[in-house]
């Protein structure tokens, strides 16, 4: 075998394991990891515009309002107008929401970061650099570089 088979099959490693623990994630909680997340950036706020709650974890205003939408309908968030400007709508957990973010277990990243910060700052440079190199080997750079782990479509909105 190859070196560059050692590479391919690392990634595929860590390809499968994002997708079992999505789908250990959405069949334990009923919630994706970018739902979760969200929630986590709503309940770190207290109240939130789509606009922080995009810029905190990384994903389009549209991504974050999809996303909402499908929170509210679920009991777990609900928008509030501003009482100082109509035009702002704030979202805030509602008691079930906390609730199950309470329940919901640990992130893929969460113990990925735990990790990593463990690592000597020689070995974090390495890591960084060497999968930026293999991400523009594969072409990636048109892909969603927000943070969240997450398998499905993640080719960045046309503007």
């Known amino acids: 075998m190859s070196d560059y088979d050692d590479i391919l099959i690392s990634i595929r490693r860590i ?3 994002i997708d079992l623990q999505s789908k250990q ?3 334990q909680t009923g919630l994706t990891a970018p739902q979760l997340i969200v929630m986590m950036a709503i309940r770190k706020a207290g109240m939130a515009s789509p606009s922080v709650v995009a810029r905190e974890v990384a994903l389009s205003q549209a991504t974050i ?4 939408d499908r929170l509210e309908k679920g009991g777990l968030v609900r928008r509030e107008r501003s009482d100082t400007d109509k035009r702002i709508v704030y ?3 509602t ?3 906390q609730k199950r973010l309470e329940e919901a277990p640990e992130l893929l990243q969460a113990g990925f970061l735990r ?3 463990k690592l000597e700052d020689w070995e974090r440079t390495m890591l960084v650099s060497s999968l930026q190199r293999v991400a523009a080997m594969m072409d990636a750079e048109d892909l969603d570089a927000s943070p969240i782990l ?3 479509d993640i080719t960045k ?3």
Do not use: F, H, M, Q
């Open 65 to 68: 309002t999809s996303i909402l």
């Open 115 to 117: 990790k990593y910060r």
């Open 25 to 27: 994630l959405v069949k």
């Open 15 to 17: 390809t499968r394991a």
């Open 150 to 152: 997450e398998l499905g």
């Open 157 to 159: 909105p046309e503007a």
């Open 95 to 97: 008691t079930d929401g």
């Open 91 to 93: 979202a805030c957990l």
